[in-house]
């Protein structure tokens, strides 16, 4: 089973940058996806960023243009770069891997919290 580490994670003021990464102990080119997701105090979890095995990216509408996600298949991680940070970006961001069989297997990392202040 693979493990997912997250680290970056802090306190940052808004207008500022943070950067998230995310290592894997099993090759990322095994998994179809690649994700970040965050889940903010009283909140569901929300999808923030995906990579899809053949490199296509998605992302969710409130941080387009400000959040990049990216993956190094040589050392087996995925980054989420963190630009013009807003208090509502504040939550604990989760590293996500995802495998299709019959059914989407998904793993998770123990959270990294990002905190943005005003």
């Known amino acids: 089973q693979v493990h997912l580490v997250e680290s970056g994670g802090g306190l940052v003021q808004a207008g500022k940058s943070l950067r998230l990464s995310c290592a894997a102990t099993?090759?990322?080119?095994?998994?179809?996806?690649m994700a970040w997701y965050r889940q903010a105090p009283a909140k569901q979890r929300e999808l923030v960023a995906i990579?899809?095995?053949?490199?296509?990216?998605n992302y969710a509408d409130s941080v387009k243009g400000r959040f990049t996600i990216s993956r190094d298949m040589h050392t087996n991680t995925v980054d989420l770069q963190m630009n013009s940070l807003k208090p509502e970006d504040t939550g604990i961001y989760y590293c996500?891997?995802?495998?299709?069989?019959?059914?989407?297997?998904?793993?998770w990392g123990q959270g990294a919290q990002v905190t943005v202040s005003s």
């Open positions: 996500n891997a995802k495998l299709v069989r019959t059914f989407v297997q998904d793993y």
């Open positions: 099993d090759s990322i080119s095994n998994f179809n996806a």
């Open positions: 990579i899809m095995k053949g490199g296509s990216r």
